[in-house]
């Protein structure tokens, strides 16, 4: 399929190593953060989500951290993979549930 | 597979033409949420429907409508259409209608001519 985003900064690891791709939000009330996995040709996929009460969460590989002191968002992959390779857009929604903002994305390239 | 279809996958049309989009969300969803994303932009939050009720809107254009039937399913309707029209359209769908997460389906590609 056609290539999404194709100005978005790159981030390019090394099979095996741990990537952390970062992403800042601009509503300081949103309270609901999820990160999302999209891969040439086919709709964003869930990753992983966590909620403002909280700043850190742990799920298979990968791991969400929040500050909401600087409005930064992260999300750490562990032992990055090949299949990893593909664009990912964090997301911030607020206003109970009626405000929802993707950021602009970042591709993650895996190096065998 | 999230489980959520849409038709058609690739649509092409002329300048100034009206175009339907459908969805239909995951068994037990109720809401249903439409997106833009174009080549150079990230996705683009369009309108959400939460049990065939319009319960939020974003940067969605006048001439583009949409929505939801009884069954769950949802339409987008886009009219008049520009050029700059051409994009992938993503329906989601979720549980709740709070937004939180979201099942993608694989999308249309609306090519404008």
């Known amino acids: 399929g056609e290539s999404v985003g194709l100005h978005l900064p790159t981030l390019s690891v090394q099979e095996g190593d741990n990537s952390i791709i970062n992403c800042a939000y601009s509503n300081s009330a949103s309270d609901y953060f999820i990160w999302y996995k999209q891969e040439s040709g086919k709709g964003p996929q869930f990753i992983i989500d966590i909620r403002s009460n909280m700043d850190k969460r742990q799920g298979q590989r990968v791991t969400v951290l929040l500050n909401k002191t600087v409005k930064h968002l992260s999300l750490q992959i562990a032992a990055t993979q090949p299949g990893d390779s593909a664009v990912y857009f964090c997301a911030e929604i607020g206003d109970y549930g009626q405000n929802f903002v993707f950021g602009p994305g970042t591709r993650l390239s895996v190096l065998p | 597979d999230s489980g959520v279809t849409q038709t058609p996958k690739h649509l092409i049309t002329a300048t100034g033409q009206r175009v339907t989009l459908r969805c239909s969300p995951r068994?037990?969803?109720?809401?249903v949420y439409w997106y833009q994303q174009s080549l150079d932009q990230g996705l683009q939050f369009l309108i959400q429907?939460?049990?065939?009720?319009?319960?939020a809107k974003g940067n969605i254009l006048e001439r583009f409508s949409a929505q939801q039937f009884p069954d769950l399913h949802s339409e987008l309707n886009l009219s008049s259409l520009e050029l700059g029209d051409s994009a992938l359209y993503f329906c989601?769908?979720?549980?709740?209608?709070?937004?939180?997460?979201?099942?993608f389906g694989p999308g249309t590609r609306l090519t404008v001519t």
């Open positions: 989601a769908s979720s549980v709740t209608g709070l937004g939180y997460e979201q099942y």
């Open positions: 068994s037990g969803d109720l809401s």
């Open positions: 429907y939460y049990n065939g009720e319009e319960r």
